[in-house]
């Protein structure tokens, strides 16, 4: 939302003046679908063992999966990124370690509430997209937190 609309004072029995809502772009539309029925004749059915069945479906549902997160990637240019500078740190592109994931977590947290996107990240959550580098150091620094005692 651009703009954070205001209580007004009100006075029984009197007119009020509606206030403008003006939404940004900043939300993903997923205006196509995808659906994967599959046929499974009844003599096929009796046929096949319950485990095969969900064999299926469990491939359907990681294919529409693939999907959908693919459809989500898409929309990209309508996400809110995140640079080094906007969380606290230099210009430039975040530089990813060890030592530093909880200071980009922090900082990233930090802006959404400072941008008055806590209740919506509460609502949907949040998610930062890693290279495969990067979540090689995620779980380096959640190793080492890790207390086996």
Known sequence: ?????????????????????????????????????????????????????MEMADLQGTLINEAYESYMLAAHASFTNFTNASIGGGAGTITVSASNIDDIIRGIKREIGEA???????????????????MELLEQFCQARISLA
């Open 1 to 53: 939302m651009s703009t954070i609309p205001s209580l007004q004072s009100h006075t029984r029995g009197t007119a009020y003046t509606h206030q403008t809502l003006v939404i940004t772009t900043d939300n993903i539309t997923i205006d196509q679908s995808a659906n994967l029925p599959m046929f499974v004749d009844r003599a096929d059915e009796a046929q096949t063992p319950y485990s095969k069945q």
């Open 116 to 134: 008055n996107g806590q209740a919506l990240m509460d609502r949907n959550g949040a998610f930062i997209v890693w290279r495969y580098a990067d």
